[in-house]
């Protein structure tokens, strides 16, 4: 029993989803261009791909555009120089809260003056500690006057200063811990909730891991073998929840956290970079500074990260805090490393390494669904049996390239119906072949296919409806049959540069598909062979044709060779018809001479004297070559005129989108045979 489940239409189901033979589809244009599936599936990969009915795949290139425009919103959206006003902001107010702390601590040191009455003693302990009292406030509201104008001098010297008011000394420690906090993520990722509310205790177990680290730097620069396991053991928590899995992986976080802080400190301006920097080295104890500096000072020598960090050019208006401005440079670094593998997916390949999560992560749960409709298309083709992967490349298997074939030959025959050239199909009468759906009487010596149904009507039309039937000779009729013969061909592909500069070379090729899948699927007993030139000629095997592709580095057309193979491929099989389909766009300007190519432009009179005497080998052989000319120049005209003259065969001039009609025409008529 089939179940049906519906669910409610939000807009993002596709009720057309491409299938499998649709993505082979895309990609079959510039399989035959250019042989390399790979090529072929980057370029679907960068472009993405529609359906006929209105299906659409979003490619890598659309993906990186919109992570493009997203990171300039971010940009234009906040204003960078913002990140220290708020630091301002709250050293203002705890300088504030302080003054406002040290005038309660008077008064209330004044009202309890005042309520110890006539008591001397009391009056005298009282008088003593608000004499106390009113000298540290001076000096502390002195040392307040003269604090510095800029964050870091003020910093620090409210690092030294005795606070009077707690609240004014609780939010500066709650300042010294996020500037920490800032510190420390420069370096290590994660760490900003195990700074919060740390003891000396704690500070000291965070300092000895930077030590710990250091000394595991310093082994790998000597070439010793570092105590990673052990380091991590004792010091893993601080990494949590992202746990680093080798040194290698942790060295290349820190990387990317100090790429994240040099791209902060390179979008700010110099002097508000100076104030950063002196900011947040004064939130730090001194030794535990010195760690860090040489940590960072390791790093960059041995692993420079100069190329990781970029300037971000902020424009817009709307105030971060130093930590929300972090946060958008890890943001910012996080589109960039994206960006960076996406564009090395158009290049390379790789799809399947991009995470979904990163993409939604930055660009939203549409750009996720769309990556993996992109990753889904290679596990579609493996799972059809049309793909399979050798080591980090793929390949078209056989079912892969019959489907290929399949869909030339529809195309071709499509081509034939739209120019009304579908005539090839001429039935003759003979034995041994495919009814024709008419009828004679029989004579002796046919085959003994009677016709059943004509023969009783004979028979009623002679005696009347009576029972039982009699049967005379002159009652019998017999089928007329199509009479089949077998062939052997071999398709002469002309691979030279100029195939393919001028576009030809995916037309004839796609003829060769549909060749391979006519023959292989209706004429299994026919022989076909393929042969490619250009300088020299080479005989490919049909599982090789999808790959096959022109020759980028040499311009011969070496047609005396191309003929000579084929003429011995042909020797081979004992039919009564073969024949040589020749596909080229220019005449010969190559010839062998001891074994080597010969090259003349124009061609010389050698060149051609010698590919007619193949053809006159060819001719003396039987063989019948038909050239279609995919170019109409005078050379080329004036050759095949010859050729056609030597061997009686027949010359084409065509253009690639009609190859293959032409091709296809003659193929069907040359192996069929009127009989008399």
């Known amino acids: 029993m089939v179940s049906y489940r519906y669910s409610y239409w939000d807009g993002t189901q596709n009720p057309f989803d491409l299938d499998e033979d649709d993505v082979l589809e895309a990609l079959s244009e510039d399989i035959m261009n250019h042989g390399d599936v790979n090529r072929a599936m980057r370029n679907l990969m960068r472009q993405g791909m529609s359906g006929d009915q209105g299906q659409q795949i979003t490619g890598i290139r659309e993906l990186r555009e919109r992570l493009s425009r997203l990171q300039q919103q971010q940009m234009e959206r906040y204003n960078l120089e913002s990140a220290m006003d708020d630091i301002a902001e709250r050293l203002e107010d705890i300088v504030s809260t302080e003054r406002g702390g040290i005038e309660r601590r008077l008064d209330d040191a004044r009202q309890q003056l005042e309520s110890a009455g006539g008591d001397s003693d009391l009056n005298d302990v009282l008088g003593n500690a608000m004499d106390v009292l009113e000298q540290r406030a001076q000096q502390n509201t002195e040392k307040l006057d003269l604090l510095p104008e800029s964050a870091a001098g003020q910093i620090r010297s409210l690092s030294d200063y005795d606070f009077m008011d707690p609240e004014a000394q609780e939010k500066f420690q709650e300042l010294m811990e996020m500037l920490r906090q800032q510190m420390m993520q420069n370096f290590f990722q994660g760490m900003k909730d195990a700074i919060q509310n740390m003891s000396p205790e704690d500070m000291r177990g965070i300092q000895e891991m930077i030590q710990a680290l250091n000394q595991m730097l310093r082994d790998r620069a000597m070439g010793d073998d570092p105590d990673f396991e052990g380091f991590m053991e004792q010091y893993g928590h601080y990494f949590d929840p992202d746990r680093p899995a080798s040194l290698d ?114 660009m939203g749960e549409d750009a996720r669904r769309e990556l993996e409709q992109l990753q889904q298309l290679i596990q579609q083709l493996e799972e059809a049996g049309y793909l399979r992967r050798k080591g980090d490349r793929l390949e078209l298997t056989a079912r892969g390239m019959r489907k290929l074939a399949q869909s030339a030959l529809r195309e071709v025959f499509s081509e034939m119906k ?127 044709l999808p790959e096959i592709t022109w020759n980028y580095w040499n311009s011969g057309t070496n047609m005396q060779h191309g003929l000579m193979l084929a003429r011995k491929l042909l020797s081979r099989q004992k039919v009564a018809n073969k024949h040589i389909i020749m596909v080229t766009d220019g005449e010969p300007t190559s010839h062998l001479e001891n074994g080597h190519a010969y090259f003349s432009y124009p061609p010389s009179y050698q060149t051609i004297d010698e590919t007619l005497k193949e053809v006159k080998r060819c001719t003396q052989d039987g063989i019948t070559i038909n050239t279609f000319m995919l170019e109409a120049n005078y050379y080329l005209m004036d050759f095949i005129d010859q050729v056609t003259k030597v061997n009686k065969g027949r010359a084409f001039y065509t253009s690639p989108n009609q190859l293959g009609q032409y091709v296809m025409v003659d193929y069907m008529r040359a192996r069929k045979k009127r009989l008399a």
């Open 418 to 544: 739209k120019e009304r050239m579908g005539r090839h199909e001429v039935f003759t009468r003979g034995d041994g072949g495919e009814y024709t759906g008419e009828t004679r009487q029989y004579q002796f010596g046919d085959p003994f296919d009677i016709d059943m149904h004509r023969t009783l009507f004979n028979s009623v039309l002679r005696n009347g409806p009576n029972v039982p039937l009699r049967l005379t000779p002159e009652d019998l009729e017999v089928h007329h049959t199509e009479h089949l013969t077998q062939t052997a061909t071999v398709l002469l592909l002309d691979q030279s540069k100029s195939m393919g500069m001028f576009g030809y070379w995916g037309p004839a090729k796609k003829v060769a598909m549909a060749l391979y899948w006519l023959i292989h699927s209706q004429f299994p007993r026919d022989y076909f062979y393929l042969v490619g030139f250009s300088d020299y000629a080479m005989e490919f095997k049909e599982e090789e």
């Open 249 to 362: 992986e942790l060295i290349e976080q820190l990387q990317q956290q100090m790429a994240s802080m040099q791209s902060l400190m390179d979008s700010m301006s110099s002097q508000m970079r100076d104030e950063l920097e002196d900011m947040l080295q004064s939130s730090m104890p001194s030794e535990m500074m010195q760690d860090m500096a040489e940590l960072a000072s390791t790093m960059y020598e041995m692993f420079p990260f100069d190329d990781m960090a970029s300037e971000y050019p902020f424009m817009g208006d709307e105030s971060v805090t130093l930590d929300q401005a972090m946060q958008l440079m890890d943001q910012l670094q996080d589109m960039d490393r994206l960006d960076d593998q996406l564009e090395s997916v158009m290049r390379q390949g790789g799809v399947e390494n991009v995470d979904p999560n990163k993409v939604e992560e930055l």
